[in-house]
């Protein structure tokens, strides 16, 4: 996969200290990615950049909302996403991204691609049942919604206030009651 030239950080001419660095993430980005979950974005990035003599510290934070569709309706709506993430890199003799917080990259190394770190963000930032607002308080009015309230199984009460239960069973029952 070809890296976004956006997301590539040149840290070599970067004086100690900390830097900003802030990105929006539209739906164009996960389409580089080949991700069609979700139908729009809106996302700010924000990272920071601690740049050590020995280390980089890069802490990511983003927020914002996505466009999906609900699991239930599969009607789209927009899900507010919140979530940071802090990665450690260093320098050693080859690159090593085997341990999450902690990327080894090659002494000559002078610049960092962070994309996969934020795509994998905000994938991870997503609930896993997504589901409308507008079905947990009620509110949304779907043809979907009806049919699923109509084939719900029924509760216990509601199945013994049938009119038409066969009379065989309410002799039957009367044997449990007079003990």
Wanted: with cysteine; charged share 30%; hydrophobic share 35%.
């Amino acid at each position: 996969m070809k890296h976004l030239k956006a997301f590539t950080i040149p840290f070599v001419g970067l004086k100690a200290g900390e830097h900003l660095f802030e990105y929006n993430i539209e739906q164009s980005f996960f389409e580089h990615f080949e991700y069609e979950d979700f139908n729009d974005s809106n996302i700010k990035v924000a990272v920071i950049l601690n740049k050590k003599s020995t280390l980089l510290e890069l802490n990511f934070k983003i927020s914002g909302t996505i466009n999906v569709n609900c699991d239930v309706t599969n009607e789209p709506y927009d899900q507010e996403i919140e979530s940071d993430f802090d990665l450690v890199v260093k320098f050693g003799e080859e690159f090593n991204d085997e341990d999450m917080d902690i990327l080894i990259i090659s002494h000559g190394e002078y610049e960092i691609n962070i994309q996969q770190y934020i795509y994998e963000l905000i994938v991870l930032a997503v609930p896993n049942k997504r589901i409308h607002p507008g079905v947990e308080d009620g509110t949304l009015d779907s043809e979907i919604l009806k049919k699923l309230e109509e084939l719900s199984p029924k509760s216990a009460e509601e199945k013994e206030n049938k009119e038409d239960i066969d009379p065989r069973w309410n002799t039957l029952k009367k044997l449990l009651t007079d003990k």
